[in-house]
């Protein structure tokens, strides 16, 4: 599975509105099997303003390069 960009999820989100999915709720997954959830309540984040290298797999995003949903 590769990590979504932001260029992703915005493709994912211009669908999903094309769809009438404009208004739902946005749920998040906890982990990649997609079964354990919480909603979204605020959007982009800087990784690197909150978490450390011990926290987040580096190898899959760095810390720069990474921002957080939650």
Not at 19 to 46: A, C, P, V
């Amino acid at each position: 599975m590769n990590v979504l960009t932001v260029k992703d999820l915005l493709e994912y989100c211009k669908i999903a509105i094309k769809e009438g999915h404009g208004n739902d709720k946005i749920m998040i997954s906890q982990d990649d099997e997609g079964n354990g959830y919480h909603y979204l309540f605020f959007s982009f984040t800087k990784a690197s303003d909150i978490l450390t290298d011990d926290e987040i797999d580096t190898d899959i995003a760095p810390l720069d390069k990474t921002i957080i949903l939650g």
